[in-house]
């Protein structure tokens, strides 16, 4: 078989909507119960500012050093201890006030990255800022948790594969379209004379199957709820139908991009917020009518957060910022301490909580797993659950 043969058969067997690397091993296996708790991820790339999210409105130096970008009382909602959600996050604040979200105040890491790219796989991989690790610390945690292959074990839905969920093995898909997964075996090849394309079987079988659960997950999902149309609207949407239809995944992961906001920062992020608070918001009132918000964690973060202060209309790569956690029976409570204007290092918020601790704590908490077993050491972060 030559290269463009093999390449046709390999885009007919994925109807162009998956990743292939990740079935390589994925000829046989079950699809056990792997428990009822399941971990959402909802990454916002580019760099989400965090001190015009959740706002430290009352902070003198806060209106000192952003004077073209700032918000005032009026601007943010949801008002406590000198902090307040960006106006535009009316569904997060009225998740927080129904006690199903938490905030994180401050997360980063020691010796910040400021490089996108870079700083995103130190969060996907849980490596020290001078260390690089080639699994994700979620596929590294599937690869210890999964006895047989599970394809579906994890589900990224989005347009690119997520470092967080590259383990050993390949159990997590990455899903572009939930309604054009859909497989078809027939090629014009005759495969039965190959024996060294065993591999190419090994693809074919993996995607038939795991297209095969995802089609029953949505089929027993039944009738869908009403979403936004954006694109996070509707892979929050496709999440929640696989959630519903009981497809036994124990981590799903997105992404939303367009918060690297150089300049014309007050309108753009305000978009952006709205399109991440009407989704998030959809998919809360969604599982939680289900009755499946106290299963499902969904933790909402960015690679880093921005600098204190504004760089004409926008602001520049920051450190740490806020993680907002909903759901999962969390204590609905703010953790941390408000944001530091007066003791900064280089211009860039200090982090109060490392980002693994709180790794640790959805592992420990929710999922019943001793984080150590895939190198994250840090201790625990209480409070949160």
């Not at 065993?198 to 949505?218: C, H, N, P, W, Y």
């Amino acid at each position: 078989m030559n290269r463009r043969n093999f390449m046709t058969f390999t885009a007919t067997a994925s109807s162009g909507a998956m990743m292939l690397p990740n079935f390589l091993k994925a000829a046989a296996h079950k699809y056990a119960s792997m428990g009822e708790q399941s971990l959402v991820f909802l990454q916002l790339d580019g760099g989400n500012d965090g001190l015009n999210t959740y706002v430290p409105f009352e902070d003198p130096l806060y209106q000192e050093y952003r004077p073209t970008i700032k918000l005032s009382a009026d601007d943010v909602i949801n008002k406590n201890k000198g902090m307040g959600f960006h106006q535009a996050l009316k569904g997060l604040a009225a998740i927080q006030q129904a006690g199903d979200l938490t905030v994180l105040q401050n997360v980063g890491y020691p010796e910040p990255v400021k490089s996108h790219f870079r700083s995103q796989e130190i969060w996907q991989t849980c490596s020290k800022s001078n260390e690089y690790l080639r699994n994700g610390w979620l596929g590294r945690y599937l690869d210890v948790q999964c006895d047989d292959i599970i394809p579906t074990a994890g589900m990224n839905v989005d347009r690119i594969d997520n470092l967080a969920l590259k383990g050993s093995e390949p159990n997590s898909i990455t899903v572009r379209d939930v309604n054009r997964f859909k497989t078809n075996l027939q090629t014009e090849m005759d495969l039965s004379g190959h024996p060294s394309l065993d591999f190419v079987r090994t693809i074919a079988a993996g995607t038939q199957d795991g297209s095969k659960e995802i089609q029953k997950a949505l089929k027993k999902a039944g009738q869908e709820y009403g979403y936004p149309k954006s694109a996070l609207g509707v892979q929050l949407k496709w999440i929640a139908q696989l959630i519903k239809g009981e497809l036994n995944s124990k981590v799903y992961y997105t992404s939303l991009g367009g918060f690297d906001t150089h300049n014309n920062q007050l309108g753009t992020h305000a978009r952006k917020l709205t399109e991440v608070n009407d989704a998030v918001f959809s998919f809360y009132k969604n599982l939680k009518s289900a009755g499946l918000m106290e299963r499902i964690t969904l933790v909402i973060f960015s690679e880093f957060g921005r600098r204190v202060k504004n760089n004409g209309s926008g602001t520049d790569h920051g450190t740490a910022a806020p993680v907002f956690i909903i759901g999962g029976k969390n204590r609905g409570r703010v953790l941390g301490k408000n944001p530091d204007l007066a003791n900064l290092s280089d211009g860039d918020l200090i982090h109060d909580i490392d980002f693994r601790s709180v790794y640790a704590s959805l592992l420990k908490n929710k999922l019943d797993f001793d984080p150590s077993l895939i190198g994250i050491n840090n201790s625990v972060y209480s409070g949160i659950f």
